[in-house]
């Protein structure tokens, strides 16, 4: 279950919700975090079904890393409803060294473990995740 770069543990929670996310659209958005003393992935908070992208952002700690994934509702220009999940690794520049290496170091794995993530960003700042850029990500 860990992985040898990382030795870094993936709860089985964390598939089951996203896949609950995915398949049956049971909540907006998903935040995880790294439990450093048991070196695994966890989830943090589950977003409801109609909490806004104002309420993800708002989930994500001013100076902690995380990982997130949202499920992004829009319109094409042709006026086709749509949706994707976007994967977030939220990375502050305020956020301890250690633990933007630790977030770092296991993104890939644990993104692989993601099935059905269609769009990664990478922020460091709440700018770098605006909903203009999720939205131009989206198209």
């Not at 296991?106 to 605006?130: C, N, W």
Request: with cysteine.
């Amino acid at each position: 279950m860990a992985n040898s770069s990382s030795g870094m543990a993936v709860h089985d929670d964390c598939k089951l919700k996203f896949l609950e996310l995915k398949a049956k659209r049971s909540y907006r958005f998903i935040v995880f975090k790294i439990e450093e003393k048991i070196q695994q992935v966890t989830v943090e908070k589950l977003g409801e079904p109609n909490e806004s992208y104002e309420d993800f952002t708002a989930s994500l700690p001013a100076d902690e890393c995380r990982y997130a994934v949202y499920d992004f509702d829009f319109t094409t220009d042709e006026n086709c409803q749509k949706s994707k999940i976007f994967f977030v690794a939220w990375s502050p520049d305020t956020s301890r060294i250690r633990s933007k290496m630790l977030y770092a170091s296991s993104k890939d794995r644990f993104r692989r473990e993601l099935d059905g993530v269609q769009v990664e960003l990478q922020a460091t700042d709440p700018s770098e995740m605006s909903l203009d850029i999720v939205k131009s990500r989206a198209l």
